[in-house]
């Protein structure tokens, strides 16, 4: 009972304080950042293109998707985006591209809130707690900023009933309770349907043909059956049968080639010129599978910046 005082409190007194942080620190207007939007659309392809790696079908889905949206003056539900992939692909780090492009301080900026479900779910017997507080914490955000963004790390861990008390704000309604959600974006994060996704990218690479010729087709089918399992949260919730989802983006594993092109561009961002040998020598010591072939990084590029040190 005192946890979940606790977690009810820190998350009451985060709201509050992050509100007037707002208002001290960084300005909203009605219209913004919409007035930007073909500035902004310019710099999240330049991003996409130099610094997300060997995610061609992701790259190409998110961009327009975003684009698109914010382009919309009268859009008539929030962008709701689900990436599925191994860890390591890129799924958090093209959300920081994504908040990078919209917000002046990116994934720092008071209008931009990450959530983790282990972190900040961890207890089913919360769930009453949990519940009130998300649906608190979004409202109280978009009345502020009706452009406000929510990422969901680890979706696949949350319990269905909790998505489900976010359904309303995804939802085709022009305002709930006064309040209108439709500038808003929503980014679900979740590993399911990274084997399956993983097991197709190797047939490719079996089969001799080139990755860039995997289709958004050839995955669609594996990725839906793997968040309609019995093991993803997203299939016992409504989002699904309500067809909430605008679009499920599939992250290919990534290949010794694409760590060597991580590694470059975290020397290139630390202000450090870029050395193939360095890179060549840190991407070479990943653990790669299947093991007989080595194809797939099995961490992706996860561990570069922690590692990049000990090779310069």
């Known amino acids: ?23 001290l620190h960084e300005s909203y207007h009605p219209t913004w950042p919409a007035l930007d939007a073909t500035v902004h659309s310019i710099g999240l392809q330049v991003d996409l293109e130099n610094k997300l790696f060997g995610q061609h079908i992701a790259s190409r889905i998110i961009l327009q998707a975003v684009n698109e949206f914010m382009t919309n003056d009268n859009p008539k539900k929030p962008l709701v985006l689900s990436l599925h992939g191994s860890s390591g692909t890129g799924k958090t780090f093209v959300s920081q591209l994504i908040a990078d ?10 209008f931009v809130h990450m959530f983790t479900s282990t972190l900040h779910f961890p207890h089913s017997s919360h769930l009453d ?25 680890e979706m696949d861990k949350m319990h269905p009933d909790l998505i489900d008390s976010i359904k309303p704000y995804l939802d085709y309604y022009d305002k709930l309770d006064g309040v209108s959600y439709r500038k808003a974006i929503f980014i679900f994060l979740s590993n399911i349907g990274g084997e399956s996704i993983t097991k197709r990218a190797l047939d490719f690479w079996k ?9 958004l087709k050839d995955l669609k089918i594996l990725l839906a059956l793997a968040v309609f399992s019995k093991n993803s949260g997203l299939s016992h919730s409504s989002l699904i049968d309500n067809n909430l989802v605008d679009f499920f983006i599939p992250f290919l594993p990534l290949e010794y080639r694409h760590v060597v092109q991580c590694v470059m561009a975290e020397m290139k961002a630390r202000g450090l010129r870029p050395d193939h040998s360095v890179a060549d020598r840190l991407a070479k010591d990943f653990v790669y599978f299947p093991e007989s072939e080595r194809v797939f990084s099995s961490k992706g590029c996860k561990t570069i910046q922690r590692k990049l040190d000990y090779y310069l």
Not at 1 to 23: P, Q, T
Not at 139 to 149: D, L
Not at 208 to 215: A, L, P, W
């Open 101 to 110: 492009n919209i917000y002046k301080k990116g994934m720092d900026s008071n």
């Open 129 to 153: 707690t949990y519940k009130s507080q998300l649906q608190q914490w979004i409202k109280g955000n978009v009345s502020n900023c009706a452009q406000s963004m929510f990422i969901f790390d």
């Open 1 to 23: 009972m005192m946890l979940a005082v606790g977690v009810g409190s820190f998350l009451c007194l985060k709201f509050y304080n992050d509100l007037h942080d707002r208002y």
């Open 207 to 215: 089969a001799g043909r080139d990755r860039e010729k995997i289709e």
